[in-house]
């Protein structure tokens, strides 16, 4: 076991983990943080993506014990009480979601580039979420959300 | 229980409008609990060992080691499951075929051999490893024309009956026969319209070709998980599944429990498209380690058992003689469709049956000699995958009509317009075609795509453009026959849906929460929905039959105006004037020629609560998918009602292939469809853009590769889905009509349309390089050998 330092969603915890453990695995089992999906367990479809220091990454490709001292935002960070960020809103205003199980993940790496450029072209958009499988939308629907979004995304 | 159009569409609330998902909020916070997000007090993880060879006898199993494992609570094989069987099919003369842990032999690469119940994963996992298994490897037959040679290994000789069937329990007297497999035969249907030899001496001209389609997989995120608790006498579970009934039905009948004693639970489903309809190994596996464990046993698949070990596309080999009149009109088709259906039987019956079924609303075809056989194989099991059987078909069928009008000089339009069924037509098997927009989807398609200003002006220089049509059910003859509702009316002015329908993704909770605002006249915020729990909701038709708004949609809208009924005659008591003469609207009741008169919604339920001494409003409908027919249609024959409504579609693709390196873009897809009355607009896109993403994939990119029944490309990174990043523009183009039988006319929207797709965009590669590909995938080594054959030919003459 490995004693962690770890701030999620603006909480400090101190986790004592095995070094085989993922992040997507304390995140999930720890912490309870549900809302993480595990599509593949391997880095392929996005689904577990997760912010560290700010930067998406597939949170079941990463073991816990490296991201001691750092700052991990989930899909459960975004909205402030009943309060949704402007992606959480667009998402559903503009039909991105259908099943849901791609769309923590989906909105995580949205919320980077949003974060990193307010203004993306559909280009953007598309490469940003690349790393982001969805099998119900065709993605039409997302990159319209994502767009939309943007229009009302202020700087962080 | 026609409907009456009493109100266009202007004055509709809720209906016809893109209103925002009512589990929308639950998906964007991550609040939205699924299958593998259950975990319950004590529960155990359960992992199961798969056979690593296509067919094999099993000649010993030691499972010591693994027992002795510190963690392990449970170790079991075949010898404990002994003689249960499962499956998709089961009808007096087809026994279910499928045990849960291999018994004697294994059939294919994936098999279920023995599994373990543990403290955790990892145990389990490790545990894995100590159990010994000797195989003597067996002959193996991996493509079904193979299969059926006389002398193929014989995958399953005499499959026994065991019990009562599927069709005795309601109330067929049909004894169940055990069936003996000749040639590795699964199923055999022969359908025959008209008489097939007059309709070809009547042709000006006839053609024959040979098709082959892909296997692909389903690839929802959500990996396939369970969690089964069994208390004493009853076992809850939590699944990842496409409607609750058809699980619970043989959840029941293989753990020998009433279907009172087992209840599906609610939970999203993280994406479905076929892939998750019926019982799976592990579902029996956990609950049955959970009744002897004493403990909840939870089971999620990995991403690689996902694709080897539970369910695929079927691959199918037609054979596909047509004849036509001069004027391009059909006179007669005869079909010969071989269906690879895997090991055991899956839902290979039923695929022959529908590439048959979905090919016959389309066409107006005098004489058809249909002949389809599922065959096993030693390859993984196979089942519906979105549109079921009609991809495969238009995939042959489409293209071999564009084929023949350009040997008679006709356009891919001409010829289709020519034949295509009309409004009011009645299909050989008695369905009747009471909503039918297919012409008007060809010509607005066509129209909005410049297709006849673009068809055949760069053949061969690297941009086409292509058609196909489809069609699809709404709702069969299957258990449970139909759907009920119910809507239960709060003393607050709010209402309840229970319904057995299960959102997976599709909009189901949304379209029938729309339905009852509109019906109730109150805010949609003042609507919610219980769905899918197997104990607390009515019956519905399973969601895997398509019946998603024609049938179990519908029974809600009249449950709704059960309710209404009886929320106005209440209404009347306390305002004073007839219930006739009542409407209502925005949360209130009011009379329509004084609307002076008015009452809340509110009022009115407290009044009645109060007046009745707590009896409350509860609303009750019924529907079924269509009148008249008991049964869904033979499996052999094809005869019989099927259902009540079809949904059509026309899709042109546009792409552009690149003629050095064989690679295609596609550049647009126009979807014009024809779902009756488009409940929820954006839903409906949804549904249609999801289909040309997964249509293209299916041309272009997915291909499961099997090698001696092995997958080679079982994960994300070696099988190929689209990301957004190789999708093109795509538009869908609403074609009203209004199903008399459909709630507010609406019917199917789901599976139909990538048919379609799959079939314009291998018309449109012919387009574009004047090369006609006649197996899927065409990637691009495909196209590069077909071009390169062509240029030899050429240089030849």
Known sequence: ?156 | MQETVTKEKEEYVYVGKGVPRVDGYKKVTGKAVYTVDVDLPGMLHGKILRSPVPHALIKSIDTSRAEALPGVKAVITGKDTQGIRFGFVETPHMPADMPPLAEDKVRYVGEAVAAVAATSERIAVKALDLIEVEYKPLPAVFHPEKAMEPEAPKIHDIIPATGPSFWQQWGVERESTPQKVERNICSEIHVEIGDIEEGFAKADYIREDRFETNVTAHGALEPHGVVARYTRDKLDVWLSHMGPYMKRYWLARTMGLPDSKVRVHHAYIGGAFGGKIDLFDYEFIASYLSKITGRPVRIVLTRKEVFQSTRLRHPMVFYVKTGVKRNGKITALDVTAIDDTGAYRGTGPVVVYLAHAFSIPLYRIPNVNYKGYAVYTNNPVRVAMRGHGAPQARFAMEQQLDMIAEDIGMSPIDIRLINVREQGEVLPNGDILNSCGLRECIERSAERSDFMKKYGKNRGKGRGIGIGLTSMFSGAQFYPFGATGVVLLHDDGSATIFSGAVEFGQGSDTMMCQIVAEELGIDIGKVSILSADSELCPIALDNWLSGGTFVNGRAVQLAARNAKEQLLSYASQILGVSKEELDVRDGEIFSVKDPSKKISHEGVIKYAIHKSRGKQIVGVGHATPVEGAYWYPSLRTGKGKFTGAYSFSASVAEVEVDMDTGVVRVLKIINAHDCGYPINPILVEGQAEGQGYMGMAQVLMENIVEHDGVILNSDFLEYKMPTALDIPEMETIHIETRDPNGPFGGKEVGEGVIAGVVAAIANAIYDATGVRFHTLPITPDVILKGLKEKRMKEERQ
């Open chain 1, 1 to 156: 076991m490995y004693r962690i330092d770890i701030n999620v969603n603006g909480e400090a915890h101190t986790l004592d983990v095995p070094s085989n453990a993922t992040l997507l695995e304390v995140l999930r089992d720890n912490l309870g943080l549900k809302g993480v999906k595990e599509g593949c367990g391997k880095g392929e479809c996005g689904a577990c993506t997760v912010l560290i220091n700010g930067i998406p990454v597939n949170a079941c490709l990463i073991l816990a014990v490296d991201v001691d001292g750092m700052e991990i935002t989930t899909i459960e960070g975004l909205a402030r009480g009943d309060e949704l960020n402007p992606i959480q809103e667009s998402f559903i205003e503009h039909g991105a979601v259908q099943c849901g199980f791609c769309t923590p993940g989906m909105i995580m790496s949205a919320k980077h580039l949003l974060d990193n450029n307010s203004r993306p072209t559909v280009d953007e958009i598309k490469e940003a979420i690349s790393g982001n499988l969805c099998r119900c939308t065709g993605y039409v629907r997302i990159i319209k959300a994502i767009e939309a979004a943007s229009e009302r995304y202020s700087f962080r």
